[in-house]
T-cell receptor
Framework: GNSVTQMEGPVTLSEEAFLTINCTYTATGYPSLFWYVQYPGEGLQLLLKATKADDKGSNKGFEATYRKETTSFHLEKGSVQVSDSAVYFCALVSSGGYNKLIFGAGTRLAVHP | KAGVTQTPRYLIKTRGQQVTLSCSPISGHRSVSWYQQTPGQGLQFLFEYFSETQRNKGNFPGRFSGRQFSNSRSEMNVSTLELGDSALYLC??????????????FGEGSWLTVV
């Protein structure tokens, strides 16, 4: 079946450090891929998405590239801020899956000044 | 434009009771889906509705049900509540008119505590 695997957290970084959160997926066909972010006590916010191989999604300094050959969608940011502290979820919608998102377990990021 | 609105935001129920949660999607969105978030199981898909029809359903017992109205607003109901139903219930909406590439927007969620 379809699934998403994320690196386990928590990830602890100093401000201005480089961030990578790994995400790999298993899916039939050509899924759409997403990164969502959840701040404490809040719902999910869409961070970025990619709908086909080699697409790069980007938003607020975050980037992720849809790599079909490695079935990956790693999240990166060149310089994190304290305000980026949150839980990050990688997710997919399989082709034919309508709007059913399949989520990874989430990775908690803590950024210290 | 207004985002996805969920009510109530917080509620406490007793085991055996039932609960109804409400969701108003973004204006113009016809697809509404529901997710359960718990520390142990993470984010799990409950069901999705499009134009009042359930289009997809997750692996939850029949105590969990939902519906969508003609104005796209949706409700979910949980009957005979169990302690394990304590969770954040998230509603999401999208245009839903095509399978691929839809952007799915989430509400703030309804925090349910079962005691």
């Amino acid at each position: 079946g379809n699934s998403v695997t994320q690196m386990e957290g928590p990830v602890t970084l100093s401000e201005e450090a480089f961030l990578t959160i790994n995400c790999t997926y298993t899916a039939t066909g050509y899924p759409s891929l997403f990164w969502y972010v959840q701040y404490p006590g809040e719902g999910l916010q869409l961070l970025l998405k990619a709908t086909k191989a080699d697409d790069k999604g980007s938003n607020k300094g975050f980037e992720a590239t849809y790599r079909k050959e490695t079935t990956s969608f790693h999240l990166e940011k060149g310089s994190v801020q304290v305000s980026d502290s949150a839980v990050y979820f990688c997710a997919l919608v399989s082709s034919g899956g309508y709007n059913k998102l399949i989520f990874g377990a989430g990775t908690r990021l803590a950024v210290h000044p | 434009k207004a985002g996805v609105t969920q009510t109530p935001r917080y509620l406490i129920k007793t085991r055996g009771q039932q609960v109804t949660l409400s969701c108003s999607p973004i204006s113009g969105h016809r697809s509404v889906s529901w997710y359960q978030q718990t520390p142990g199981q993470g984010l799990q898909f409950l069901f999705e509705y499009f134009s009042e029809t359930q289009r997809n359903k997750g692996n939850f017992p029949g105590r969990f049900s939902g519906r969508q109205f003609s104005n796209s607003r949706s409700e979910m109901n949980v009957s005979t509540l169990e302690l394990g139903d304590s969770a954040l219930y998230l509603c999401a909406s999208s245009l839903g008119d095509r399978v691929f590439g839809n952007t799915i927007y989430f509400g703030e969620g309804s925090w349910l505590t079962v005691v």
